[in-house]
């Protein structure tokens, strides 16, 4: 059994339970809740007599939304609207046996779309959350989607990866992410025990894992840390596809020398800008970065979508 406590957006909803003002004294509240569990026991929920077997993970995804929704600027941290996590799995083309990864997962709604775009779901599902309520959130959300043995783990993905072969990055085949967007300070998880966190400077040499060789990206903007983190995690046939602001596409200093890296090394294989106001918490307009090992080409491709169904 896998419990779920929240002090925040979920304990919302007990003290709306509680409020006199809205639902009544406590008599009339508990008459309330015995009817809707006289009514709920009547239900037989299970998947084998259901029409959509993801019905109860698809209503517990439904709820994520609205919490999400709610929550306003936080929201953003734990889920990824449908239709943009439609876009990504559709842009990975995941394949059957593939890995699939998402180093911010948040509540896993991205991670579910893209295992739902193979027909078997025969692939191995992997993610790591650094806040560890939402990675609660994103272990019940697997859990309802029938993805029992997703591996899922709590901690800072850049300063601890946590899936690791042999003491090294693992690979996986298809990567997908919302990474935090422009994350400040996304570094003082390397800093040791009594440095002054004012005065630290991250430096390459720090990561065990070699992720930034090509450049540091700015300490107030972490944008390039999980794209560096990602491009190291792709075997020789991996794909990715990481939602991004804007920002990334044109800013200079040592991000500049990362994208020359990027393009150098023939990795980016697509840009699509995005509509404003797709995510929650912030109107600034987006964009999806598309990855690709082994590329056979060199151009790469612009699509400007920022006017197609905009908000």
């Known amino acids: 059994m896998i419990r779920v406590t929240f002090e925040t957006d979920f304990g919302r909803l007990s003290r709306h339970f509680n409020s006199e003002a809205i639902l009544g004294k406590t008599k009339e509240r ?23 077997e993801d ?33 990504l799995a559709r842009l990975v083309k995941p394949q059957e046996n593939d890995r699939i990864y998402d180093p911010t997962c948040g509540s896993g709604s991205l991670l579910i779309r893209v295992v739902r775009q193979v027909p078997s779901r025969k692939v191995a599902v992997y993610g790591q959350e650094r806040n560890g309520q939402t990675h609660s959130l994103a272990l019940m959300n697997m859990y309802l989607h029938g993805i029992d043995d997703a591996k899922i783990e709590w901690g800072d993905t850049l300063a601890n990866p946590l899936h690791l072969e042999d003491g090294k990055l693992m690979k996986f085949q298809v990567i997908v ?6 994350l400040d300070k996304w570094a003082m998880g390397f800093a040791g025990e009594g440095n002054n966190d004012e005065k630290f400077k991250m430096e390459a040499s720090l990561d065990p894992h070699g992720r930034f060789a090509w450049g ?9 840390a999980f794209v560096l983190h990602i491009l190291h995690s792709l075997p ?10 804007h920002g990334v596409l044109f800013r200079g200093a040592s991000e500049a020398k990362i994208r020359e890296e990027i393009i150098k090394h023939n990795l980016l294989d697509a ?37 197609e169904g905009a908000c």
């Open 55 to 87: 019905i109860i993970g698809n209503a517990y995804r439904y709820m994520i939304s609205l919490f999400a929704s709610d929550a306003g600027k936080k929201g953003g941290e734990f889920f990824t609207p449908a239709e943009v996590s439609e876009l």
């Open 30 to 52: 508990n008459a309330m809740l015995k009817t809707l569990l006289e009514d709920f026991a009547k239900l037989d929920l299970r998947p084998s007599v259901l029409e959509d």
């Open 216 to 224: 540091v990206p700015p300490a107030s903007k972490g944008d390039y």
């Open 271 to 307: 840009v699509i800008g995005l509509p404003e106001n797709l995510f929650f918490g912030t109107g600034i307009p987006a964009c999806v970065m598309v990855f690709k090992k082994n590329r056979t080409r060199k151009d790469v491709l612009f699509i400007d979508a920022s006017g």
């Open 177 to 182: 992410a919302n990474p935090p967007f422009s």
């Open 236 to 245: 020789e046939n991996g794909r990715a596809a990481v939602i991004l602001p």
